[in-house]
């Protein structure tokens, strides 16, 4: 087992993206690695307003068919936010990039109350070290 840390960056805030990025994330802290998410723009801000990260949805196998890659269910199934509540305690962090909390014009008191700490890219690239892991959407 690696003990390297697992970082996914996330930028984007389209409901596939958030999804998929949370599911890598839950799969990375299950297995006991450390892993740090670090929310930016898009995804920040809707984080903060409790937008896409709480649409409630099961994603589909498409294939190669033309069909939305997600269905959505109303009150059943996770959404990506409940997802990563849910995977915190096993130490999962949840950043928030301090570059976009100054260009979103953002409360750094209101941000700390949904997030773990916010975070610079190079304390983040100090704190990891030079041998995690990182994904980026």
């Known amino acids: 087992?690696?003990?390297?840390?697992?970082?996914?960056?996330?930028?984007q805030s389209n409901?596939?993206?958030l999804f998929h990025a949370a599911s890598v994330a839950?799969?990375?802290?299950?297995?006991g690695r450390a892993t740090y998410i670090v929310l930016f723009l898009a995804a920040l801000k809707d984080?903060?307003?409790d937008a896409e990260w709480n649409v409630?949805?099961?994603?589909?196998?498409?294939?190669?068919?033309?069909?939305?890659s997600v269905e959505f269910l109303g009150t059943s199934g996770s959404?990506?936010?409940q997802m990563l509540e849910e995977t915190r305690p096993l130490g999962l962090k949840i950043?928030?990039?301090?570059?976009?909390v100054e260009l979103l014009d953002?409360?750094?008191?209101e941000v700390l109350q949904k997030v773990d700490d916010i975070i610079g890219l190079p304390a983040l690239f100090r704190k990891i070290g030079p041998n995690a892991s990182i994904v980026s959407y």
């Open 1 to 11: 087992m690696t003990t390297s840390p697992f970082v996914v960056l996330i930028h």
């Open 15 to 17: 409901l596939d993206t």
């Open 26 to 31: 839950v799969a990375s802290a299950a297995s």
């Open 47 to 49: 984080w903060m307003d």
């Open 56 to 68: 409630r949805a099961k994603p589909l196998l498409s294939g190669t068919q033309q069909v939305p």
């Open 79 to 81: 959404s990506p936010r």
């Open 95 to 100: 950043y928030a990039c301090s570059g976009s």
């Open 106 to 109: 953002l409360s750094r008191a």
